[in-house]
């Protein structure tokens, strides 16, 4: 079921201009392409643009793929190389008439190719210049490429990941790069507000590894304040809160989550278990913590008795519990297809093309989308909006600045 489209979007005007590959930065911009900004990605027609256009396994025709549609709805691309002096004076026509500059490359690229403040300010004194590294640009790592699963290893994740005694494991998808990237266009929108007061652009940096360290959240506090250090625990569990893990059914698995005295009881009277509710052992959350290895069986005990849907229908509403979904039951679910998070997304190749739905509402709909352009698909069109002249569009493409 489609939800319906909304009739307006806040970023309409705001031009963005990006060079951007693979998760992050992508990720960060369609936020704002999808709010109605327009986004413009500047590829390299050399290299065959954004390198997601070329990542398998699966490709919908010449420079795309699943991987690149999934980062790239509603954007424009232009081609414009601008190692050129006649793609950098597009690119300044471009950023006069421009209210942002977006790139993803490592720290010490965007001095080289003049994508700062410092060196885009006096064609637009207004303009905001994001940049997001993996290891910002200020420091000895600047050089450093980095990726998301190096953030996740170098910050500590593998190790509060998965069943105490196994091997260090990373999360199953690229979280550091998808927070890195909303990261960096919130940063982005909060500077326009700022300049939008002031009249006056600035410079925002925001990296992989500041991010990933940022989100150690409360066990990184706990750690610098009293040297607690949260490990893997067993059941995918909380590290305080008892019980919330995973428990076993007569056919599966379910989470459970009584993160308050109030769901404990709840649950206790769901199941009904008047032994485990009267035993002195788990009357209260700090007692149910150190009792967690005794408190795990006896649970599974109750658990084992039904199957994980009975289980459903006598807990969600009542105490927070979800079923333990592999990716195709994930996406077999009927919420999200009854939500619209899951749509429709025809491509000129594959009609049948499916994605997912920004989860922004706005005014209770979503969020209106158009696939993932061609490469360089944009690039006369905008030419000519800088007052490029046909002759110009055309030898600028014969020689490979476009």
């Not at 960096?184 to 009249?199: E, H, K």
């Not at 700090?286 to 199957?307: G, I, Y």
């Not at 190749?349 to 989860?359: G, I, K, Q, T, Y």
């Amino acid at each position: 079921m489609s939800a319906p489209v909304a009739p307006s979007l806040p970023l309409v005007g705001v031009r963005v201009l990006t060079f951007e590959a693979f998760g992050a930065g992508p990720f960060g911009s369609m936020y704002l392409a999808d709010l109605g900004a327009e986004v413009i990605k500047i590829e390299s027609r050399a290299h065959g643009g954004d390198a997601t256009r070329g990542m398998g396994p699966y490709f919908l025709g010449e420079h795309d793929s699943h991987f690149f549609q999934t980062f790239n709805f509603n954007k424009r691309s232009i081609c414009l190389d601008l190692k050129t002096s006649e793609g950098q004076q597009a690119f300044r026509r471009l950023v006069a008439k421009s209210d942002a500059v977006l790139n993803n490359l490592r720290g010490d690229q965007p001095d080289k190719l003049r994508l700062t403040y410092a060196a885009l300010r006096e064609t637009n004194p207004r303009i905001v210049c994001a940049h997001l590294s993996a290891y910002g640009r200020d420091n000895e790592r600047r050089a450093w490429p980095g990726y998301d699963y190096l953030m996740q290893a170098e910050a500590g994740y593998l190790h509060v990941t998965g069943e105490p005694g196994s091997p260090p494991s990373r999360m199953g998808l690229s979280i550091v790069d998808f927070m890195t990237g909303i990261t960096t266009a919130l940063a982005l929108l909060a500077a326009l507000f700022g300049t939008a007061r002031s009249g006056q652009g600035r410079d925002i940096d925001v990296s992989l590894f500041d991010v990933a360290l940022h989100q150690l959240s409360y066990p990184g506090t706990w750690y610098l304040n009293d040297g607690l250090v949260t490990g893997q625990m067993p059941r995918s569990a909380h590290p305080t809160a008892t019980p919330v893990q995973l428990f076993r059914t007569a056919d599966g698995w379910i989470f459970l989550m009584c993160m308050t005295e109030k769901f404990w009881h709840e649950l206790m009277r769901v199941v009904s278990a008047p032994n485990l509710a009267a035993d002195p052992r788990f009357a209260s959350m700090s007692l149910r913590r150190e009792h967690r290895e005794a408190l795990t069986p006896l649970l599974d005990a109750v658990f084992k008795k039904e199957t994980t849907a009975n289980w459903l229908a006598k807990l969600q509403g009542v105490v927070p519990a979800a079923a333990v979904n592999d990716l195709a039951q994930a996406l077999r679910n009927p919420f999200p297809l009854s939500t619209g998070m899951i749509r429709s997304t025809p491509h000129p190749l594959r009609p049948d093309f499916r994605s997912f739905a920004n989860p922004i509402k706005l005014d209770g709909a979503r969020l209106p989308t158009r696939t993932a352009p061609v490469l360089g698909a944009d690039t006369d069109d905008v030419l000519r909006e800088l007052g490029y002249a046909e002759k110009e569009i055309d030898s600028m493409r014969v020689r490979g600045i476009t």
